[in-house]
């Protein structure tokens, strides 16, 4: 297994530390040859309009979306990764999209940076209660047939699975949660 954090912007560190935790070493990926190798993908939180004009300039979003395809590599998005695995995009300003994720999602849903909060949720596939943050974060609005609902938090969806695609609303990094990290790298 070779693991990479895309690292672009956005919480790239903050993902490696809870890989090393759990004794997985990563690598942080900028370019097409750090990405040839990898099995799993971490697309972070952080800025989606930059991180989407990033993979669609540098020609990685094609790349990451041809192996997914072949199901040579799996990913996970948090936040504005979600955001990018994403079908469809509501809110301002759309990104560009990957468009890996059969499913709808609304940028910003939570509000504000300034109205961030954390929360004790329970994820179907692992141990009954887990602390994750909801910076800035998105709201899945619509999910396809293929999409299963992992986690919800106040009725709305904020971990989904669909194959080897695994992504979230929240931040399960920067409360140093592992749950979700050891989830991914099963797929």
């Not at 990563?26 to 800025?47: K, V």
């Not at 990957?98 to 509000?111: H, Q």
């Not at 596939?125 to 619509?142: C, E, L, S």
């Amino acid at each position: 297994m070779t693991v990479g954090v895309l690292a672009v912007h956005g919480d790239f560190s903050e993902h490696r530390s809870v890989l090393a935790s759990l004794d997985v070493e990563s690598r942080e990926i900028r370019t097409l040859e750090d990405l040839a190798p990898l099995t799993h993908l971490i697309i972070p939180g952080g800025e989606s309009t930059v991180m989407g004009g990033f993979l669609e300039r540098t020609g990685m979003g094609k790349r990451i979306q041809k192996r997914v395809a072949e199901g040579s590599l799996a990913v996970f998005g948090t936040c504005a990764g979600a955001i990018l695995l994403t079908k469809k995009i509501t809110g301002k300003l759309p990104p560009h999209s990957l468009k890996l994720l059969d499913a709808t999602i609304e940028r910003n849903a939570y509000g504000t940076q300034h109205q961030s909060f954390e929360a004790s949720i329970t994820v179907l596939v692992v141990r009954p209660k887990i602390t994750v943050a909801f910076i800035r974060a998105p709201r899945f609005t619509k999910m396809g047939k293929s999409v299963s609902v992992l986690a919800k938090h106040n009725g709305d969806p904020i971990l989904v699975r669909q194959g080897r695609i695994l992504a979230s609303t929240f931040h399960p990094e920067v409360t140093g949660e592992t749950a979700i990290h050891a989830l991914f790298l099963k797929l």
